[in-house]
């Protein structure tokens, strides 16, 4: 067996399928041009990323357990004066500096003022650019986690949201979370807070945080974690639905 097949050989456990393809075709013009080992390995790793890319992207998408790709240019920012003027700070978001920063982003609004639409739309993009997102309503996710507290899969199931990059959590303050549920949350923003990024949507004002955590010293927790450091989005108007799908 020659050096060159066995080393293709290895390449499924080594999972680097790219670079085993493409060995013979980078290494005789290697050869011919005198390229150095370092040079010929560096564009080796360069095909296997490329390569590895859009599975990637595949995936984030398929974690993300977002129902829809919704690119920012689907916005009306014309429905209402309040996107108007917030538009450079909602474009600049999809730079996804938030994201890398460790920041939470709020979008307090009127419902179908856009708050969701513009949340998947951060989520969608961090999604393209290889970085792991969870999106869920809050209802979804305090349900999650208290059955988690039923069947002892505490521990594993808040990870599930506190390791993500980004977590999305949609519609807060529809319901109240109750004292579980708001004991539950604050475990999981008190996780995130500062080591990844958390997107909130909802149409509470933070003084009103009481009636969706249960008990006031509570609420006042939860908020000042998720408004330190934080990019916070008011959106007038109501009923943009219709225009914006």
């Known amino acids: 067996m020659t050096a060159r097949q066995d080393l293709k050989d290895k390449r499924t456990p080594l999972r ?19 390229l150095d080992r370092l040079t010929t390995l560096t564009r080796l790793a360069d095909i296997e990323l490329a390569q590895r890319f859009p599975n ?62 513009l949340a998947k739309c951060l989520a969608y993009a961090a999604c393209t650019a290889n970085i792991t997102v969870l999106f869920a309503t809050a209802s979804a996710m305090i349900n999650h986690l208290i059955a988690a507290e039923a ?56 003084a009103e945080g009481g009636k969706v955590f249960d008990a006031t010293p509570g609420a006042t927790a939860i908020a000042d974690r998720l408004v330190h450091n934080s990019e916070v989005l008011l959106l007038g108007g109501t009923r943009s639905r219709r225009k914006l799908t």
């Open 16 to 34: 680097l399928t790219g670079m085993a393809d493409q060995l013979g075709a980078s290494m005789e013009p290697a050869a011919q041009k005198n």
């Open 56 to 117: 990637a992207i595949a995936l984030r998408w398929k974690q993300a357990k977002l129902t829809e790709k919704l690119p920012i240019d689907q916005v009306d920012f014309a429905h209402h004066t309040s996107r108007q003027e917030q538009k450079t700070r909602m474009l600049h978001l999809l730079n996804l500096d938030v994201v890398r920063a460790h920041m939470e982003v709020m979008r307090i609004g009127n419902p179908g003022a856009g708050k969701t639409f």
């Open 151 to 206: 069947d002892h899969a505490r521990r594993k199931k808040r990870q599930h949201y506190q390791t993500p990059d980004l977590l999305g959590g949609d519609e807060m303050g529809y319901l109240s979370l109750g004292p579980q549920g708001s004991h539950l949350f604050f475990q999981v923003i008190s996780g995130r807070h500062q080591h990844t990024s958390t997107v909130i949507t909802t149409t509470l004002p933070f």
